[in-house]
């Protein structure tokens, strides 16, 4: 057993409103610059829809993740979009890497035609200029093109998790008036079987052995792009300034002064929290090597209860410090990963175990305009599951690999603990029907209290446990201090640019 | 005065900066060490220009390496005439697929706005220099034919001569113009390497065919111990690469040689019959004269007396060399009796044969390892390796007509003489059986 600590996420998508602040913090602070412009760490996606870049999720295109091969016998997890030596005829030439044209081509304006432009009868206006050739241009796509934009026969009903929905599921999802969409914001997963890594021909790619964050290394990235396709998140993006990648790299310079990072503390929703895992590194490979249905319980089984005295001890053992066994037990992602079981994976059929989870939307029903009068009637306030706006078969494609019981069992757990709290507060609902509900979802008035607290109230030291890191031996460790004095940040002691 | 500035200067300056330029780019800019992949910015393009040019070009660059590094193995390979025709279409084939894709990243580059934005003046000398070199490569296919063959006895000793300090351009000075374009071109892409993207062409990952798919890196303390522990391990592996790569390199060139010689067999150059005549003649006449040895040694094995000399031929410091019954050599002097002295000439230290001449102390040389012998004791010197004294051979004297008129044993005990007038027709002889005659 190897037992490593992972930084890891949860983001309650319940919560979220769809208004960008995280993108917005992270691009302010990473990727304002030449090259970069294009990029979005994090992005928030309305779904469904077809996402950024367009139609990331068609892995049959970009052979992002890992497939299963070999008999039952032996299974092995091989790259989907490369094996050893095909990758050295895609370095000259990869099919499956998106092109600018798949992100959208940024763009800035003339601000200074405003009020250079010579006097006359019209009123000068700013046209928009690429950021790539400089030149003015049509604006044809952007960043969240298809923002709010359910029900598109453009956008989203291109939807790949749309795939198998009946007609009548299709028509229910995107009826007018009754139209649902929920926001999906992404950044790395900082994956525990990350195939970008795999797929790094140069080694350029890393995760760091004590808090599990995907990094990569400017010096040895020789752009050849393969992490790019590899990456079935599309986390990766090609800087075309420099010709190196560059990813998300989960603010680590705040995170190892003790700082949240930045789309984490600008969160107007407060959707997201921040948490310590304690994971088997060993189990990591063969427990993706399950059937597509029982991926994310084998991704729960590998995640160690951090409480247990025996692993407790592995992970001394092991180097984990006392700081990081401690925001471990304190961890909020433990709590809805393990626990209480409502948060899951984004698309755990791609087998790289993403550690990033994600607490699905229950879009309950509001209210209903009927006969002229808008009525909210009590007993289908918060909807049933076979009504449920956001078909269970959608949101199961997106976060269980298709297990639709796993879906229906988070969907009813988070239902009992709105129930209980209706019928704490409100008094409105009838003590049978809550209780059944709660036996349906599978908790006690306890657990859904500590959901509800945790969900609703939770103090900022609450949703974001961050160990304390030894900054000092950090640093020492990767240059003398005397010398890292004269750097530019974050270690480098040259500016990058592009090459001759 | 042109041609060594072009094929002696140019050669070591472009070799000096690329080699060293290139070590100085990667080890200070890593930063500026990338493909500058520009995929992102159009793809179509690339596609048709990027992999007709960097498959034709790798190949053709392994053959021109190839031809450069064994001479010998390429010649037995184009010496066939088929290959040779093979070898030379494929080339030009190539040429042509690397011309055309060129001319594809050419155009990208001029047309496409987004990539303008990424390209620098370099670039476009590259891809000029590029198109030339190619452009002249693929001319000399065309009106220098059969460079692969007549490259071997030219420019590859040319390129030897540079590679080993000893420039010698009367290779190439005869060489049209158009080969010594491609040469100066060879030589003026080197020297860009480290001044433009062609540096990138060091960046192969061949690292990724030897690497675990996942890779973790420690940056806390706490885990100094595990890095040490993975630098063993590592180092290990590192040795066991080099001593890998060394016996692969190794088993290499001994299969290169193997192929050669199986290659030349098979498919290597027939001999005319006349040749071939001529060839299996000197064998038997070979053949014939072993076979006249043979005869001559059983001859001499069946008689009773070999012959050494005539009693007057022999000398004081001067010996006679002679083969004696096992067929070993021995010499004969002549002795302070003026009888003859015979002592075998076969080193009693390893076996090598003692030279003939006698000193001024009364010895022989074996010039192996310093023996000196005495010739009359046969006693070795003292700081020789030899141990053993050379032993004595005993001898027969016969006048012409057979009969015998003196003898000596080869322990030294004599019997009969020779008169004054005797000696000059007396001859020596060592007899089969020292007994017998006895």
């Given at each position: 057993m190897d037992i490593r600590a992972q930084v890891s996420m949860v983001f309650h998508l319940d919560k979220c409103i769809g208004c960008h602040t995280c993108s917005v913090a992270c691009k302010n602070v990473w990727t304002d610059r030449p090259g970069a412009e294009y990029m979005w760490w994090n992005n928030v996606e309305t779904k469904p829809g077809t996402g950024y870049p367009t139609l990331w999720e068609n892995q049959d295109h970009y052979k992002g993740g890992w497939k299963l091969t070999g008999n039952n016998n032996s299974k092995k997890l091989e790259l989907k979009s490369q094996n050893k030596l095909d990758s050295f005829i895609k370095l000259f030439y990869n099919p499956n890497q998106p092109g600018l044209e798949d992100y959208y081509e940024p763009w800035t304006y003339k601000y200074a035609e405003l009020f250079d432009s010579e006097l006359g009868t019209d009123q000068p206006t700013a046209i928009p200029v690429s950021q790539v050739t400089g030149e003015p241009m049509d604006i044809e796509a952007g960043p969240n093109?298809?923002?709010?934009?359910?029900?598109?026969?453009?956008?989203?009903?291109?939807?790949?998790?749309?795939?198998?929905?009946t007609d009548e599921e299709r028509e229910q999802l995107f009826e007018i008036e009754r139209i649902s969409m929920m926001y999906l914001p992404r950044i790395c997963n900082h994956c525990a079987n990350p195939s970008c890594v795999a797929s790094c021909p140069s080694g350029a790619l890393y995760k760091r052995g004590e808090d599990g964050i995907v990094l990569i290394n400017q010096d040895v990235c020789r752009g050849w792009r393969a992490c790019i396709s590899a990456c079935p998140y599309k986390k990766i993006y090609y800087n075309w300034k420099t010709g190196k990648s560059e990813k998300c790299i989960l603010c680590y310079p705040k995170l190892e002064t003790g700082q949240i990072p930045n789309c984490f503390q600008s969160c107007v929703g407060r959707i997201r929290y921040l948490g310590v895992l304690l994971y088997d590194a060993d189990r990591v490979a063969d427990a993706m090597k399950v059937p597509d249905h029982a991926l994310v319980e084998s991704q729960r089984s590998v995640i160690l209860d951090p409480f247990d005295p025996s692993i407790i001890e592995g992970a001394k053992k092991n180097g984990i410090s006392d700081e990081f066994i401690k925001a471990a037990q304190l961890s909020p992602v433990y709590k809805y990963v393990m626990t209480w079981k409502i948060a899951l994976p984004l698309h755990v059929e791609y087998r790289t175990m993403p550690m990033l989870f994600y607490v699905p939307p229950l879009l309950p029903v509001m209210g209903k305009y009927e006969n002229g009068v808008y009525d909210n009637p009590v007993d289908e306030f918060f909807t049933c599951l076979e009504k449920s706006r956001l078909p269970i078969k959608y949101l199961s494609k997106l976060f269980s690999a298709g297990n639709e019981t796993i879906i229906e069992s988070v969907m009813k757990k988070l239902m009992a603990v709105r129930y209980y709290k209706r019928s704490i507060e409100m008094s409105d609902l009838d003590i049978v029907t809550v209780s059944r509900m709660m036996r349906e979802g599978n908790t006690t008035p306890q657990e859904a209290e500590a959901i509800y607290r945790l969900t609703a109230l939770p103090t900022i030291d609450e949703r974001f446990v961050i160990p304390e890191i030894q900054r000092e031996e950090a640093i020492e460790n990767n240059c003398n201090p005397e010398i890292c004095k004269g750097s530019c940040g974050l270690g480098m002691n040259q500016t990058p640019g592009r090459g001759l | 005065m042109i041609d060594t500035l072009l094929f002696v200067a140019l050669p070591y300056l472009a070799l000096f900066v690329g080699i060293f330029g290139s070590i100085y780019r990667i080890r200070t800019a890593p930063l500026t060490y990338?493909?500058?992949?520009?995929q992102f910015l159009e793809n179509k393009g690339l596609m048709w220009g990027s992999l007709p040019w960097h498959i034709g070009i790798t190949i053709i660059l392994a053959a021109h390496i190839i031809a450069f590094l064994f001479p010998g193995l390429w010649q037995s390979i184009v010496s066939h005439q088929q290959v040779l025709y093979a070898m030379e279409s494929i080339g030009l084939c190539l040429s042509i697929l690397c011309l055309l894709g060129l001319l594809v990243l050419g155009l990208r580059r001029l047309t496409s706005p987004k990539l303008q934005a990424v390209t620098t003046t370099m670039d476009l000398v590259i891809i000029l220099l590029l198109l030339l070199q190619v452009g002249l490569g693929a001319a000399i296919a065309v009106h220098c034919k059969w460079g692969s063959a007549w490259c071997s006895g030219t420019t590859t000793p040319y390129v030897w001569s540079i590679i080993t300090f000893q420039p010698d351009v009367s290779y190439i000075s005869e060489m049209p113009l158009l080969v010594k374009a491609h040469i100066v071109g060879a030589w003026l892409f080197i020297l860009a390497i480290p001044f433009s993207r062609l540096i990138h062409m060091f960046a192969v990952p061949v690292e990724y065919l030897f690497r675990p798919p996942q890779n973790v890196v420690w940056t806390n303390s706490r885990k100094l111990e595990s890095q040490d522990q993975a630098f063993v391990k590592e180092e290990a592996r590192r040795h066991f690469l080099w001593a890998f790569s060394g016996i692969a390199l190794g088993g290499f060139l001994l299969s290169v040689g193997t192929f050669r010689n199986v290659f030349s067999f098979f498919f290597g150059p027939r001999l005319e019959r006349k040749v071939e005549t001529e060839l299996m003649e000197t064998r038997l006449s070979r053949l014939e004269s072993t076979v006249g040895q043979r005869k001559l040694e059983l001859e001499r094995q069946a008689s009773n007396y070999i012959l050494v000399g005539k009693l007057t031929d022999l000398n004081a410091s001067n010996g006679k060399y002679f083969i004696d019954f096992s067929m070993q050599p021995a010499i004969a002097f002549k002795g302070k009796d003026e009888m003859p002295l015979l002592i075998s000439a076969k080193c009693t230290h390893l076996g090598c044969t003692v030279g003939n001449k006698v000193d001024d102390k009364g010895r022989i040389l074996c010039p192996c390892h310093v023996s000196y012998f005495d010739i009359v004791s046969g006693e070795p010197n003292a700081e020789a390796p030899a141990k053993a004294p050379l032993p004595h051979l005993g001898w027969v004297i016969m006048d012409e007509k057979g009969s015998v008129l003196a003898r000596r044993d080869s322990k030294g005990k004599s019997q009969g003489s020779v008169s004054a007038e005797q000696r000059e027709s007396a001859r020596v002889y060592i007899a089969k059986n020292q007994e017998e005659t006895t």
């Open positions: 093109w298809d923002d709010d934009l359910s029900g598109s026969p453009i956008y989203a009903e291109n939807d790949m998790n749309l795939e198998g929905l | 990338s493909s500058l992949s520009s």
